[in-house]
Nanobody, 125 residues
């Protein structure tokens, strides 16, 4: 099992940008597909973006397409989520998660066995 730690969250104005990082330890990150999920108060944990083990395939939720970009640097054992044109509705705790393989464009939380602790993103209007 891989250990994951998110960082980079904070408070930004609507229209601003933020980059989240997911750093891995305990295992080589290149062995895992990585996804980002987010959870707002009182809501389910929703899929945001995912990236294959090699980085060659990416998936995005419809709500973030064109605004968010997922990338990985396996040499640094890190996956990034670059967020731009942020909206108040993007406010949530963001989590990264690892699985051996992602087989659907809309992954579910139950597909992932390893999770980070989350990082808060707040977008003001």
């Amino acid at each position: 099992q891989v250990q994951l730690v998110e960082s980079g969250g904070g408070l930004v104005q609507a229209g601003g940008s933020l980059r989240l990082s997911c750093a891995a330890s305990g295992r080589t990150l290149s062995n895992y597909a990585i996804a980002w999920f987010r959870q707002a108060p009182g809501k389910e944990r929703d899929f945001v973006a995912a990236i294959s083990r090699s980085g060659g395939i990416t998936y995005y939720a419809e709500s973030v397409k064109g605004r968010f970009s997922i990338a990985r640097d396996n040499a640094k054992n890190t996956v990034y989520l670059q967020m731009s044109s942020l909206k108040p509705e993007d406010t949530a705790v963001y989590y990264c998660a690892a699985a051996l393989v992602i087989i659907t464009s809309t992954p579910r939380p139950s597909d992932f066995g390893s999770w980070g602790q989350g990082t808060q993103v707040t977008v003001s209007s």
